[in-house]
């Protein structure tokens, strides 16, 4: 079965600093693997997601990911954290794609101005 | 983009009671919807997948007799949590897929407590 880890439940972040969220997953077959955000009090939204294409990235709100099969790593990048950035962010993994998917277990970001 | 409503968005009741909890597709109809259970500090787990016009499809460790789906339209789903425990005091997340491919959209959650 599928899974994916993220590391560290609360990350800090200075405003206008490299933002940094990593992903490591483990998958039997071709991974499909996404992120998303949630605000509070907010459904989960799609950031980016990894369908076998092009192994960079690029998502919504200056977003993007790299899908490093050798690593096994799918990581979160954004150059410069704005204050809107906080809210908790999740990685997550499908087997072909077919929509069951299996999700990390989070993290929350904090930007500290 | 399309939308997923849930209600309630909070609900208390006490134990031993049920709690019915309705997910929405507002704009589009999904003949499949999730439905999922988080844990405080933890990751969203799959709980099942309902099917328009059929029965559910449970994930192991889930039990179907206490988490009763129905799936009665295209665009609404709900989830009835039985005879409810302290226990079962969780956030509850739906989800729907969208017409791309690998696309979902999440409901905001329910976030039901037990007392």
């Known amino acids: 079965a599928q899974s994916v880890t993220q590391l560290g439940s609360h990350v800090s972040v200075s405003e206008g600093a490299l933002v940094l969220l990593r992903c490591n997953y483990s998958?039997?077959?071709?991974?499909?693997l996404f992120w998303y955000v949630q605000y509070p009090n907010q459904g989960l939204q799609l950031l980016l997601k990894y369908t076998s294409a092009a192994t960079l990235v690029k998502g919504i709100n200056g977003f993007e990911a790299e899908f490093k099969k050798s690593e096994t790593s799918f990581h979160l990048t954004k150059p410069s954290a704005h204050m809107s950035d906080a809210a908790e962010y999740f990685c997550a993994v499908s087997d072909n794609g077919n929509n069951r998917l299996a999700f990390g277990k989070g993290n929350q970001v904090v930007v500290i101005p | 983009g399309a939308v997923v409503s849930q209600h309630p968005s909070r609900v208390i009741c006490k134990s031993g009671t049920s709690v019915k909890i309705e997910c929405r597709s507002l704009?589009?109809?999904?003949?499949?919807m999730f439905w999922y259970r988080q844990f405080p500090k933890q990751s969203l787990m799959l709980m099942a997948t309902s099917n328009e016009g059929s029965k559910a499809t449970y994930e192991q460790g889930v039990e179907k007799d206490k988490f009763l789906i129905n799936h009665a339209s295209l665009t609404l789903s709900t989830l009835t949590v039985t005879s409810a425990h302290p226990e079962d005091s969780s956030f509850y997340i739906c989800?729907?897929?969208?017409?791309?491919?690998?696309?979902?959209?999440f409901g905001p959650g329910t976030r039901l407590t037990v007392t």
């Open positions: 998958s039997s077959v071709p991974p499909y």
């Open positions: 989800s729907a897929p969208g017409t791309e491919a690998y696309e979902q959209y």
């Open positions: 704009d589009f109809q999904a003949t499949t």
